[in-house]
């Protein structure tokens, strides 16, 4: 189990490194001289203080040794300094990250939950009006696009129910602390995780549905139920079990995607995370913030194929017993 | 393949799917030369509801513009950047993973890590910041939407050509002489084109979401109207005039809902195995 985890911790530092890499050379294909660049979004265009830019940040050196410095840099932190917002980037990210992985760890358990439970409902119902209604809504939200429904969730629960807040991650002003200021984040955190995660929701529904179909049609279930088992018990300890797999599998490849939507939901409903960051910089055209963001969320990706890396271990007794 | 037919002609989902798909190409085509309004001309007072105005049928936008110009050209700008970018991509995917599955060994190796890699990262993250480095014109809207959608391809066809390859048939050309080029592209690549067709078809209607949300994000092409720019545009005043964020989301919802129906008929039909287990 260690050394599996080991080995995946290897593969996701490869990774990250190759991100690093595509990073650098994206900087360089960016238009404009970087230095004068960052001159000129510091409001300065004299010849002399774009050279010293040039040797401060290694421009001046060759292309080799300004790549290997921006990776060293990378592993201490450094992703840059934003002229725009007039901070390093990392703390840019370090201070909004938090919010983004509330929410997108939330959308991902919500639609993880809300899936599995949708498909297994609708693959014990197949053919009925349950299985119909929910693989028809399923459907629906598979093809919504995310900002749009977000849109639309603001609109109706926010603005014309008044039931949820619309905007923001709590009631600024309020001042609240403990537990208090917890349940004030969490009735901000509805709409954005359950909009972000609904897209999801229909993937997993559609997967663990088609996964339960085909593993209920295996022979050893068949044994199960000739040995007398409540279909209950088949169901759950049987079928479910052997038919999450997939759907784990398709949870960490789908990871990537919820990290990406991020960035529309937070836009949206103005949530304080990275993906707002990254909105905001798209305005202002900040290089080294998006570059930033890009590769905090690969980074956020990785994360999360860890852990669905460690639940398919908890879930498939195969692999276990194999290390 | 005249089973095939039948198959998705029974399906109620596909033929919906198919009906909704044919009256949005039908507007994409006709739409502009019989309703040649400039989506981008300001024709009355903003923010008049839709129905309210003659010669309006959906009313104008936060800058007096046709909401129905929009629409209809909008209609273009989604079918024609879900297609092209798709065949980008399956011209990208499609040789990875016939050199991959074929050849196997190092190049197999190194070809999947490669595609892993693209799978892995964030791949809406990464259009966003192609598009904000390369300027966001269609060319690279389409160019960016298919660097981040060919991955699936290449793994999809890798898998097909793997369990096609040690066929009988694909044996005998080998042994007739014949060279990889001949048999990947005349023996392999054409007993995959079933699932490629399904694949395709879904990932049109992703790329039709996609551009729909960089377009929200203020990456569009600044010259094409489209349905994500106009939600975009309409974003602000939600509160006051809805209508304009709701009717282009109906427009994507509903062709992105056609093309997956269609898609899904399509695997029924073409995919045999499955087919027969659905029966």
């Known amino acids: 189990m260690i050394r599996f985890i080991l080995a995946r911790l290897l593969k996701a530092a490869v990774i990250l490194m190759a991100i690093l890499v595509l990073n650098f050379f994206l900087i360089h294909a960016a238009p404009g001289d970087p230095a004068a660049v960052m001159a000129g979004e510091a409001g300065a265009t004299d010849e002399q203080f774009i050279a010293d830019l040039r040797a401060r940040f290694g421009l001046d050196q060759p292309l080799s040794t300004q790549l290997w410095l921006y990776i060293k840099g990378a592993a201490q932190l450094d992703l840059g300094y934003s002229y725009r917002q007039n901070m390093p980037v990392a703390q840019l990210i370090l201070d909004r990250l938090p919010a983004t992985l509330l929410l997108t760890l939330t959308a991902f358990v919500i ?8 498909g297994v409902l609708a693959a014990s119902r197949q053919g009925g009006w349950g299985d119909t209604l929910i693989s028809a809504v399923a459907m629906i939200f598979y093809a919504t696009p995310l900002f749009w429904i977000a849109l639309m969730a603001s609109l109706l629960f926010s603005v014309v129910l008044g039931w949820l807040p619309g905007f923001g991650y709590e009631t600024i002003g309020a001042n609240y602390t403990g537990l208090v200021r917890g349940l004030d984040i969490a009735r901000h955190l509805i709409l954005p995780a359950t909009t972000l995660g609904l897209f999801f929701t229909a993937i997993y529904m559609r997967m663990t549905r088609a996964s339960m179909l085909e593993v209920s049609r295996l022979d050893f279930v068949k044994t199960a139920r000739a040995k007398g088992l409540r279909p209950g018990v088949i169901q759950r300890r049987h079928i479910l079990r052997n038919a999450l797999l997939p759907v784990i599998t398709l949870a960490g490849l789908q990871a990537g995607q919820i990290v990406g939507g991020a960035v529309l939901t937070e836009t949206v409903f103005a949530w304080p995370g990275i993906g707002r960051l990254m909105f905001d910089a798209i305005n202002q055209r900040d290089y080294n913030v998006l570059l930033g963001v890009f590769f905090v969320s690969a980074a956020m990706v990785l994360l999360f194929n860890l852990i669905t890396d460690i639940l398919y271990v908890v879930v ?3 692999i276990r017993i194999r290390s | 393949m005249k089973k095939g037919f039948a198959r998705f002609a029974r399906n109620r989902g596909a033929l919906i799917g198919l009906v909704i798909l044919t009256l949005v190409i039908v507007i994409a085509a006709l739409g502009p030369p019989l309703y040649p309004q400039d989506p981008w001309r300001m024709v009355q007072r903003p923010f008049l509801p839709p129905f309210t105005a003659p010669g309006l049928p959906l009313g104008t936008d936060a800058l007096g513009r046709d909401v129905l110009a929009g629409l209809i050209h ?5 079918l024609m ?7 980008v991509a399956l011209l990208i995917g499609v040789p990875v993973g016939a050199l991959a599955g074929y050849f196997g060994g190092w190049v197999d190796d190194a070809l999947m890590r490669f595609t892993e890699f693209f799978q892995t990262i964030p791949s809406f993250a990464l259009a966003i910041v192609l598009l904000a480095i390369f300027q966001p014109s269609l060319f690279f809207i389409i160019l960016s939407i298919a660097i981040v959608s ?6 999809l066809v890798r898998g097909e050509v793997l369990s096609l390859r040690s ?14 080029r001949q048999i990947i592209t005349r023996q392999v690549l054409p007993n995959a084109v079933s699932s490629i067709i399904v694949l395709a078809s879904l990932m049109v209607a992703t790329a039709i979401l996609l551009e729909s949300s960089l377009a929200f994000l203020g990456l569009g092409d600044p010259n094409v109207m489209s349905w994500g720019y106009m939600i975009g545009a309409a974003r602000t005043v939600l509160r006051t005039a809805w209508w304009l964020t709701f009717i282009p989301g109906v427009a994507i919802l509903l062709s992105v809902l056609a093309l997956n129906l269609i898609g899904e008929g399509l695997n029924d039909a073409l995919n045999p195995r499955l087919a027969r287990r659905g029966e």
């Open chain 1, 111 to 118: 639609s993880i939950v809300l899936g599995v439970v949708a």
């Open chain 2, 81 to 87: 950047v879900g297609l092209v970018s798709t065949v």
């Open chain 2, 74 to 78: 909008g209609a273009r700008v989604s």
């Open chain 2, 150 to 155: 060919w991955p699936p391809v290449a793994r």
């Open chain 2, 167 to 180: 066929r009988e048939y694909v044996e005998a050309a080998v042994l007739s002489g014949q060279n990889s």
């Open chain 1, 316 to 318: 498939d007794p195969r």
